[in-house]
């Protein structure tokens, strides 16, 4: 079975402050999906980013960083200078062929950015 | 390009009753998932079609059926409804399954 496990529930830093959203996976499959959305408190889920289980390479996209190591199930994701904007609630999910692609998401990180 | 819309925004029904919530997916898009989120927790998944088929289903009762047309678009339908159904449901598409799902602003529906 999958599961991806978010052990911060809430993290609350001050603006400008670099903060790492921890992401830990399972599943036995070799070839499976990551992915991070980002939910404002309008609701609506925004994609991030994918990444497939073959592709160890780490990525930058502007503030936003993500750090996959197979070694650990981990995939975790950086702000650097966070902003107030960036106040959401982050989740990680997985998905593996053998589920139809059904997305497994983690209970959520809660982040708070104070100006 | 046309991004995922759902329709109503708010939904407001008695238990017993039956709702459906509908989902337009975005331009080419060819799978459609649908999950239910309870405040504070994050998305469970309902099920999924892929051209028109059910191509997958999670954890939840048959009174939670659905539907997809031959434009992609979709429909959700819940039947004798229960107060624990008061959730935000959430439409997402995406080409192939495996990829990237684009989530519509979804519906918030309550029970009572």
């Known amino acids: 079975a999958q599961k991806v496990t978010q052990a911060q529930t809430e993290i609350s830093v001050v603006e400008k402050e670099d903060v790492t959203l921890d992401c830990v996976y399972e599943t036995r499959d070799t070839t499976y999906y990551l992915f991070w959305y980002k939910q404002p408190p309008s609701g609506e889920l925004v994609f991030l980013i994918r990444?497939?289980?073959?592709d160890e390479q780490n990525e930058i996209s502007g503030r936003y960083s993500w750090n996959f190591q197979k070694s650990t199930s981990s995939f975790n994701f950086t702000i650097t200078a966070s902003q107030v904007v960036d106040s959401a609630v982050y989740f990680c999910?997985?998905?593996?062929?053998?589920?139809?692609?059904?997305?497994?998401w983690g209970a959520g990180t809660k982040l708070i950015i104070k100006p | 390009e046309t991004g995922v819309t759902q329709s109503p925004t708010h939904l407001i029904k008695t238990r017993g009753q039956q709702v459906t919530l509908r989902c337009s997916s975005q331009?080419?898009?060819?799978?459609v998932s649908w999950y239910q989120q309870a405040l504070g927790q994050g998305p469970q998944f309902i099920f999924q079609y892929y051209r028109e088929e059910e191509n997958g289903r999670g954890n939840f009762p048959p009174r939670f059926s659905g539907l997809q047309f031959p434009n992609y678009s979709s429909e959700l339908n819940v039947n004798a409804l229960e107060l624990d159904d008061s959730a935000l449901y959430l439409c997402?598409?995406?080409?192939?399954?495996?990829?990237?799902?684009?989530f519509g602003p979804g519906t918030r529906l309550t029970v009572t």
């Open positions: 331009s080419g898009h060819n799978t």
């Open positions: 999910a997985l998905t593996v062929m053998d589920s139809n692609y059904q997305l497994i």
């Open positions: 997402a598409s995406s080409e192939p399954p495996a990829s990237e799902q684009y």
């Open positions: 990444r497939n289980s073959f």
